[in-house]
Structure formats: C-alpha cells, structure tokens
C-alpha cells in the first residue's frame, strides 16, 4: 500500500510539545470522566428516577465506552492525528473537520460559561458576602484559568491532575462513610418515616428498584449524559501526550472501571443509607450523606469538592477550546494568528480567544440569567453539541475500517465488536434525542441547537469559496479514491492468501 499508517497529515505545521505523562492523562481521563453533575446534578437524577438511575449510568457510560475505543484506534492509526477533528477530516473530508472542529469548541465554551456562573454564583457565593459582585468572582475564575494554562501544557496536566484527585478522595469518603453507616446499622427519622442504611433499601423502598416510574427512567437519561460531557478529553491531548502507543489505551480502558467506582458505586451507596424518596433535587446528596455521619463541616466541604470539580471542567474547556482552535488554524478553517505558539509550545492566541468567550458569562451574571431556565437550555444544547461530535467519532470509524482495512488488521487497539457497536451507539443516541422531547427545557433547547449548524453551514459555505479549501477538497477526493483502490487491492490479496 503507498499510504502509511504513521504518515503526518499536518508534518509541515509547527509541532506542540508531548508534556503529559502517563499519570497526567490517566487523572486527565479520570477528571473528563466525572463531572460536576454526580456531586450536584445526581441529586437531581435520583429523585426523578430513583434507584434505576443506577442503570442510566451504567449504560450511558456503556456507550461511550465504545466511542472511546473508537476514537482510540483512530487517534494511534496515524500519529499525526492531534485531535479528533483531525482524523475526521482525513477521512470524511474538509467538512467533517469545520464541523467538528467549531462545534467541540462551541461544546467546551458553552459548558466553561456555565461552569464560570455556577462558580460565581453558588460556590464562591457560598463563602462570600451577599453584596460582594459576582462578575468579579467570574473575572478572577478566568484569569486563574488562563494564568493556569499559559505557561505550558504541563500546567494544564499538574492542575488537572490535583483537582482529578480531590474528586477521587470526595467519592472514595463518601463511599467508605457510607459502608460504615450500612454496617453499623445506622437508622434515621425522615418525613416519609423511620428507614435504616440497607443495600435492601435500593429495592424496598419508595416503589421499589424502578420507583420513579417509566417516564422518571428516561427523564434519568436527559438529566445524566451531561454529566459524561468531557469524556473524549483524552482525544483532545493526544498530540501533547508522551509516549500515546502506551498512555492512550491504558486511559481509555480504564473508563469502565471509573463510572463503576465513582458513579455506580457512589450512587448504591447514597441510596442504600438514605432512601431515594429522601432526595432533592436542591441539595447535594453528598452534603446529606455526611451531614446524617455527623460531619458538621460536610456543606463546607462538598462546596470545596464541587468548586474544584466546576473549576476542573472549565479548566479542560479553556484546554480543549484552545487545542481545538489551532489545529482548525493549522488547516486553514480558522483565521491563522491562532496557529501561533508560545515558546514553551502553548497556543496562547487560541487560549486568549477561549479566555474572551467566557467573558460572556458576567453579562449573563448582570442581568441576572443565571437563575432562568434558559441556563437548564444553554446545557441541553452543550449536551447535544457534543452528541453530535461522538456521532462523527463513529462514522470516521465507520468509513475508516472500509477505507483502511490493513491499518484496522494492524491495529494493536482494535475497537471491540466494531461492525456492530457504532450503529447500536448511534441508535442510542436516537434515543436520547427523543427523551430530551419529554421536557419543555430540554425541547427547546433540542429546538435551538440547529441554529448553531445553519450558522456553521453559512461559514462553511463562505470558507468554500478559499481556493485552498478548494484545494484540500480536490487532495482529499484524489486521495480517497487512490486508497479505496489500495483498500480494494489489499482485501483481494487477503482473500487470496
């Protein structure tokens, strides 16, 4: 074959620097992996599913475990590829990467706004004066994060790294607290009555394991896939990963682990010592859980875990905004003063423009939208925007393993029931699409993300015209058509033999 499986698609653009280690992006993974949404968010979910909620999890991360894989075969199929947009390109063409490329960056944006306003409004606001401005907390969130990422990407790797760790030790208390209380039969008085810590209370209690119902079953759904946003996170630091062959594939396999341990395993826990009618949707379970073990410091404490946990997510969507606008830079879809780096090999002019955007979270603080429910809108559409993106994370699989049969023969992290996972992934996804119809919020969040790809298709249309784009278009139809012949030649051969 004359393609290579190690041939640089971007060889001629300045390089960033392989400055993660292996321990940086398995707590990389671990802090895309859990999100705010199971300290504050699950509060939420279990009163509205109940202990099914358990199942929401676990097949949520089922799925996009499979994503995982397939983004990892492709990411290590050729070590140019920096990023996901980058192989999308590759093989669907120019397109798939301007999509991809600007709605990831749309995704991290949107949910770094939020995560900015959560910050300033609830976490620091919980130690702060009531008079104390809130835009100011929202200025001193973004220079930290900024202050955080520009001197190198070790930076990023080091921050990630302790905030991944205080997520774990949260979880890992809550779960240890917790056995304490079921085995010791804790018993308590709540308004519904008197119920004793139970592994038996997941399934006796409030109607049972499915006591939210059907409909509270799937409503779980639309509640919970926004708290697995920032789990391709791996994919956007392959290029600044050392040693990826070796780090990628340890990080991703990994994943199902992770959500039995620190999703399912903190969630049993929560609502075999309080049962699941006890819940609101208000408070953080973690505050009761510790608050019912006598830890009068258990709200001081949460707050901390989740302000680490906000300023974690923001930090990967300042990370992954400014990755992803170079390397659309590098390509030409994005104006080429982002493609600059630093000395220590930062893109700090993407990192500004990222910086910049989330600036727009204090006029949503002035005027006071961060309590509406266009903030519950803003986070369906961010939650949709990076469905879309796992979606062409599948299809590139998809059209990769037709394309390149002999680089998926020779793959050493090969998918796992890669003809038949994609598509069943991409009919889940169908599914979530039809439960996000079951809430007005989440609908009219679903009802407004097209604008944001009317838009895109407007600026792609405009990039068209670039007679270098129309280069890359006529490259790519050329070289595609030369591999389907290798791909023809190769499968021939294999069938000969």
């Known amino acids: 074959m004359a393609s290579s499986t190690t041939e640089n698609p971007n060889a001629n653009e300045p390089e960033l620097e392989r400055a993660l280690s292996n321990r940086h992006i398995q707590l990389i993974a671990i802090g895309g992996a859990i999100g705010t949404g199971l300290f504050m968010g699950s509060g939420k979910t279990i009163s509205v599913a109940g202990p099914s909620v358990i199942l929401v999890y676990m097949i949520i991360g089922f799925m996009l475990y499979f994503v995982m894989r397939a983004m990892g075969e492709l990411l290590l199929s050729r070590t140019g590829y920096r990023n996901f947009s980058d192989f999308a390109g590759d093989i669907l063409g120019p397109w798939a990467a301007f999509f991809t490329g600007w709605t990831y960056w749309f995704c991290w944006i949107v949910t770094g706004v939020a995560d900015v306003i959560v910050i300033a409004s609830v976490y620091v606001a919980y130690w702060t004066p009531t008079t104390w401005p809130l835009w100011i907390t929202a200025i001193a969130v973004i220079v930290i994060l900024i202050v955080l990422n520009l001197p190198s990407v070790k930076g990023f790797g080091e921050t990630e790294f302790w905030f991944a760790m205080i997520k774990i030790v949260a979880i890992v ?139 974690s997510s923001a930090n990967s969507g300042i990370y992954s905004t400014s990755r992803m606008v170079y390397g659309l830079a590098t390509e030409g879809d994005a104006p080429s003063i982002f493609a600059k780096l630093s000395i220590r090999k930062v893109p700090k002019n993407a990192l500004f423009l990222s910086g910049v955007c989330l600036l727009s979270s204090i006029v949503l603080l002035v005027f006071g939208l961060d309590k509406s429910t266009g903030f519950s809108i803003v986070t369906t559409i961010s939650s949709l925007c990076f469905m879309f993106v796992w979606t062409i994370i599948l299809v590139s699989y998809l059209v990769y393993r037709k394309l390149r049969p002999q680089a998926h023969d020779e793959s050493k992290f090969k998918m796992p029931l890669g003809t038949v996972m994609p598509y069943v992934v991409m009919a889940f996804f169908v599914f979530l699409l039809w439960a996000f119809t079951k809430d007005p919020d989440t609908l009219a969040g679903l009802i407004a993300t097209p604008i944001w790809f009317a838009l895109l298709a407007i600026g792609y249309l405009a990039l068209r015209r670039n007679p270098a784009h129309a280069k890359a278009r006529a490259d790519h139809e050329s070289r595609i058509a030369d591999e389907k012949r290798e791909a023809a030649e190769y499968l021939a051969t294999k069938a000969r033999v």
């Open 173 to 311: 208390a809550l779960i240890v607290v917790g056995l304490i209380l079921i085995f010791t039969g804790f018993t308590h008085d709540y308004e519904n009555g008197t119920a004793s810590a139970s592994f038996l209370n997941l399934f006796t209690q409030g109607g049972g394991f499915f006591g939210g119902g059907f409909m509270g079953f799937i409503m779980g759904f639309q509640i919970a896939v926004f708290a697995f946003v920032g789990i391709e996170l791996v994919g956007t630091a392959a290029a600044e990963t050392k040693n990826p062959e070796h780090n990628l594939p340890k990080a991703v396999n990994a994943i199902p682990v992770r959500i039995l341990l620190f999703y399912v395993g903190s969630l049993v826990i929560l609502m075999s010592v309080v049962p699941w009618q006890n819940f609101s949707k208000d408070e953080s379970p973690f505050v009761m859980l510790f608050s019912l073990a006598g830890l009068g410091a258990a709200a001081h404490l949460v707050n901390l875990v989740v302000l680490t946990s906000a300023m």
